[in-house]
């Protein structure tokens, strides 16, 4: 049996991600666009989806987890849109590195994709 090592790199990286938003919260809610309500719920749902999701990635579920993903990616775009126009919202974030996140997103949505 072939060993998926980049299923498992992606899995890994949506469990830190996710991990992430709890230990560095701060960093996630100044980058959610003023607009929507409820900050810190937004993170920990973010956070505690992406924990889910990468999980779910190595079980049978792993169609629905990756779709689960392409939603995921989606739903954040407008963050990532809104770091870019804030100039990376007080972080030091290079601007071109924000500009490069933006079709990265594709990328790991076809990433994901390979998996449904």
Do not use: C, D
């Not at 990286?13 to 992430?20: C, P, Q, R, S, T």
């Not at 100039?87 to 790991?108: D, E």
Request: hydrophobic share 60%; net charge positive.
């Amino acid at each position: 049996m072939e060993t998926q090592w980049h299923l498992y790199v992606m899995a890994v990286l949506y469990i830190l991600a996710g991990i992430n938003h709890f230990i560095n919260p701060t960093f996630y809610l100044r980058i959610i666009p003023p607009v929507l309500k409820y900050k810190q719920l937004i993170n920990s749902i973010s956070g505690a989806a992406e924990i889910l999701l990468g999980i779910l990635l190595l079980t049978s579920y792993r169609p629905m987890a990756a779709i689960g993903v392409i939603a995921l990616l989606i739903a954040i775009f407008p963050a990532n849109v809104y770091h870019l126009m804030q100039k990376g919202a007080g972080m030091k974030v290079p601007i071109w590195g924000l500009w490069l996140r933006l079709p990265a997103q594709g990328l790991l949505i076809w990433w994901a994709w390979q998996y449904v």
